[in-house]
């Protein structure tokens, strides 16, 4: 049954990321989960002082808050002037920073790290399950992580045109009346919850890969956005599937795997996709280049 459990687990975190990655690559935004799962800390601090508890609501309320400050802090960097990979940098290396110091300051004698609040292990999902009524509902992760997918499938397929047409052309999409900087925000907030909803059970390693790989690779395989999501919702779980049995094969870290196997498939895009293959490409060269000489023969 703890497969079953993992396997979801690693389903779910595929989809949420994936779909919303999709939008992230598009938007040259793809290192955004990796800012927020840096600059998440001080808000983890902050919960646990204000609350003087380490339950995890409350280290996630905080998590989501400076989740929140992050994307509204590196937009408003951007406007200003200030390149989007540099907006990114500066914001999560600096809030970064700041939790690091309030740890330092403020609890130097609690388990309160990243490893301990932030970096979980996919592994130990099947053992932190929820309690309702004294009936065992099923590990947090899976609720967590569906409320996150279930949130994100309601918001961007109420609103597809309009995320669509911002992702593709700001420009116009502010021509024609759509509010372009609410939909930002939208979309930031959906990759705040995903990210943070799944940080604490399955680890940053995998949500930030699922939030790029799976994406990434959809994004060489098709020019439709439709079809993006698709194949990146099917890649990602595909490679969530694999790489569990091929952790358990080898002995290995099991969101490693699953990331690896997503990389594996990136390469495989990028050598033999029909439109962005580079392989591909070479061959069609090859042929024009054969054509011409027959012509002029």
């Not at 938007?27 to 339950?55: E, N, Q, T, W, Y």
């Not at 009524?133 to 045109?161: M, Q």
Request: charged share 10%; with cysteine.
């Amino acid at each position: 049954m703890s497969t079953f459990w993992i396997i979801l687990t690693g389903v779910l975190v595929a989809s949420t990321c994936g779909i919303v990655g999709c939008f992230l690559v598009l938007r040259k935004m793809a290192m955004i989960g990796d800012a927020i799962s840096h600059s998440v800390l001080p808000g983890i601090v902050i919960a646990f002082l204000i609350s003087g508890s380490r339950d995890s609501l409350f280290m996630l309320l905080g998590a989501a808050v400076l989740g929140l400050i992050t994307v509204f802090l590196i937009q408003l960097f951007h406007q200003s002037g200030v390149q989007s990979d540099a907006s990114i940098g500066v914001v999560f290396t600096a809030l970064f920073a700041v939790g690091v110091l309030l740890i330092s300051m403020y609890t130097r004698n609690i388990d309160l790290d990243l490893d301990c609040v932030l970096y979980g292990e996919i592994a130990y999902v099947p053992w932190n399950t929820i309690q309702l009524a004294g009936i065992d509902i099923g590990p947090k992760a899976v609720w967590g992580v569906g409320l996150a997918l279930l949130l994100s499938v309601i918001v961007i397929t109420a609103f597809y045109k309009q995320f669509k047409i911002c992702a593709f052309d700001p420009a116009m999409a502010a021509a024609v009346g759509i509010p372009v900087a609410l939909f930002h925000y939208l979309l930031m907030g959906l990759v705040s919850v995903s990210t943070v909803a799944s940080f604490e059970s399955v680890g940053a390693i995998l949500v930030v890969g699922m939030l790029v790989v799976p994406p990434a690779t959809a994004y060489l395989l098709t020019e439709r956005l439709s079809l993006m999501i698709v194949y990146s919702v099917i890649i990602g779980s595909s490679s969530s599937v694999i790489g569990y049995y091929v952790a358990s094969v080898l002995d290995a870290s099991i969101a490693g795997s699953m990331i690896s196997v997503a990389g594996g498939l990136f390469l495989l895009a990028l050598l033999f996709s029909p439109t962005h293959g580079v392989i591909i490409r070479k061959l069609k060269q090859k042929r024009w280049v054969q054509s011409d000489i027959s012509e002029s023969a």
